[in-house]
């Protein structure tokens, strides 16, 4: 069953130099990315609440697939779904 | 960490790609060359609009420039098109003409099978997401792709087909690069990376949103779905290209490889112009001398002994310019329009020329006028003269239609203007796709909560942004372009709004610095009021009236010119009295004094004080004599700008030409600044004191770049003393001419009715059985036309005249009946007067429209008429009607309603005024018919008013006009008191108290 997590849930990140993640903590956890499926940006409404974004579907070394994104306006991380 | 790889954009969009992208081509170039790319591509979608102004920014940062276009093909899908050279680029230009003309107006699609044939010097890109490739593969539809991606190998050629790679981090393109990579591979042709640039700077995507909506017509909230998910369609530097192309490095060398093979600069000049046919026996050169001397004893029956050396001189310049060619095509269509009775007479430098006097291009002989050849054209600079034509405004599209016909729609278009977004239209474009209210965007809602907002904070900031970025494409106003090969393959040309007519893809600017000739036709009305009157008055040829006649010089010097070409404004009225204006020579100075240059700089005092001598004649430096003895020492016509900046200066004639441009550009003190230090030092090394080459290159600055070339108000002055002269010997149809072809000048109908009555010219009303459409001359009086009554059409003269052709009208009744016109004109008819020939007052002509009578199809006997008895309207009354149906009345002046009471209060008219002591305080009534605050009279405004005798000349000063203003403004009649001044002839009022009449 997947989880969603409309806002996104904070989590600490560690990428390589080009942004890629590697492996993030998420409640207390360490997960490490295996490899990055897809990645793509978003960067829309600005005309209201600017939402800029780069997604990274990852698959972790414990084989889960993972939605992530790098909130790119507060340089911040959120998980943002777990395909079970 | 590895170097940047090298990376050329070949696939970019500027703001000529309407509505799409955001950058202008200056702005791109300037990032290209921050990101160090060597070469930079233009690809606008079906246009070149932008590409002179690519090249010269391109020149000025030394990158080189690509041209090219991305094409719309009949199935709506994209292709990217690169010019490899001059072939290519005239099928470029072929390929976007057929595209445009193919669909509606502001719209392209090639027809099908067209790029067959004309992909030579082309290079083919496979294009962007809607490329006919990419649509179908992102499908899946890997057979179909494979097919049409054969098909442009074969049409372009193995060599110059490649598929085109864009990656723009949406979630689809890594698999559709891998997959347009492999098909590549598998037919056999290479693969490009590129970025479809549609701004030069991520943070102008917000912009293309504005005018991917306004394109649409949608709010931006309602319009996520057309636009770009993303910011990423930035100018990208090659490190940040790496990021979509890491595995295929020859993506990005391959920009290299192509940018290499595209080397072509578009350049024109005179040979594209048609070749004049000509007579066997001739070659052009032959047949201009013999046009000219064949017209010698005509235009110069008796020729200044020096005639034919300047003659065969100005014919060698010519003939050695290559400019013969170019003159034969002008002077026919001038031949044409005198032909067909049109008039006209070139304007600007041409004037300059005896060549262009002889074949009646220009109304002036240089040789009897001091102007000088040089000034037009000379072997140092062989530039391509501009003659432009004024035409009466009223016949110039016959003179378009002949050179359509002459030269065919093949090889003659119009040069196109493109409309920008200006403040107003930016602010409600803007607002309106933002969902602001409409008192927002008016800016009438200034007390909401809104100017503190995020939104409105937004809204300020896109408005700014979006002012001068291209919104659609117009027609230039009488600018044509001919050339002798198919204008398509020389410059894409488009359908315009008005049918049948086609416009090229480059603007005035753009078609000057690419070398294209171009000629101006333009519409003057005043040369077709000066027609009307002169062919009302059985003259048929102007040129032959007496050239000196000391009557109309005297109504010029006393400023009897209302109506007159160019000097009737209030500060020509001003200047006449004291220049007393004798000769032609006379008439350039006084149209060239009151220009913002000469005001601004300050010259036009010292000018008439020297002529007066009043003070002595007196030169800033003894080296400036030769240049401005003629003006009085003072800096009068644009071309003396050159001649100080070579006297003093020390300038080169080309030095002399960019500091006039830079003098006359939108931030002169800018552009000026560079000059400065050059000429203080000129001036410096011929001896000049600092501080007086200081003191002259400050006058230069003040005077700008708002003059007229001696040669232009030359050719004006011709019409001046034409138009004066009619109105001295034949003011009546000169009047008439004047209404007829209104608006123009400087004074409103009203003020010409008022002038005619005062030169005893009985103007009548207009009347519903003695009017035509137009104004006309009843014996020796003015009866208004038909047409000046407000909402009248033309449609409707029509039915009124068609049914008085019948018999004349006998009451409203018998009118509406047999003309049906709506209500309302109806009831205009009756306020403007038109109806008082019959009898009845226009009350009970106005009761009786509403009454079922007059709206009743029935014999007139069916309704008697009601019995009533209203009172007529008072004469107040009726001018207010008269005003507001035919913005005049040819009944009594406003003022003589109040006359009596003004003169029992002392309060005076224009006579009075005229008679009063310098210095003294008087008060004035009159009727407001002119308010002016001029930039040049730093806050001061000049009101006239007038009255049944004449004007008077009111002059605010900033305090009095701001506590008076209200009143001013709003007010049609007024009391003014004020300090009078006199300067010779000259009266103005000081005005220091106002006070509102009636
Ligand atoms: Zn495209
Ligand atoms: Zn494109």
Redesign the pocket.
Known sequence: MTRFFAEGEAILMVCDAEGVPLRFTWRGKDHTVQVVAVRWQVDEGWFQARVWREYFKVATEGHTLILLFHDLLGDRWYLQRVYD | MNPSPEYVEL?CHSHFSLLDGASSPETLIKRAAELRMPALALTD?DAVYGAVRFHQAAQKYGIRPIFGS?L?LHDHT?L?LLVENATGWANLCELISLARHNAPKGQARLPDGALEGHTEGLIGLS?????GISKVLRRGDWQTARAVAGHYREVFGREQFWIELQHHQHPGDDALVYKLVKLAEQIGVGYVATQ?VHYAHREESALTDVLTCIRQGLKLDAAARVLRPNSEYYLKSGTEMLQGFREYPAALQNTLRIAERCQFIPCYGLQELPNFPIPAGFDPVAYLRHLCLEALPHRLPQPPSKTSAVLEYELAVIARSGLSNYFLIVWDMVRYAREQGIRCQGRGSAANSLVAYLLGISPVNPIAHDLVFERFLSDERRATPDIDIDFQADRREEVIQYVFERYGTDHAAMASTLVTFRERLARREVGKILGLPEAVIEGKDLHSSLPASPLHKTYERLCQAIQGIPRHLGIHNGGMILTGTPLTSRLPTEPATMPDRVVVQWDKESLEDAGLVKIDLLGLRMLSAVSEAAHEVGLTDLETIPPDDPEVYELIARADTVGVFQVESRAQAQVLPLLQPTQFEDLVVSISLIRPGPVQGNMVHPYLRRRLKLEPVHYFHPLLEPALRETLGVILFQEQVLKVARDLGGFTPGQGELLRRALGSKSPSEAVAGFEAAFLEGAAKKGAPLEVAAKVFTALKAFGGYSFPKSHAAAFAVLVYQSAWLKRYHPAAFYTALLNHQPMGFWSPAVLVNDARRHGICVLNVDMNHSQGVCTLEGDAIRLGLGYVSQVSERHLKLILAARADRPFTDLGDFCRRVKLPMRITENLILAGAFDGLGASRRDLLWELGSPRAQSDELAFIFPTDPVNLTAFSRSECLRGEYATLGLSTGEHPMALYREKLAALGILGSQGLGQSKSGSIARVGGQVVMHQAPPTAKGHHFVTLEDEDGMMNLIFRPQVYARFHEMVRKSPLLVVEGEVQKRGAVVNLLARRVWRLG
């Open positions: 696939h979608h991305e719309t994209h990217t294009g962007c997401a809607q490329g479809n």
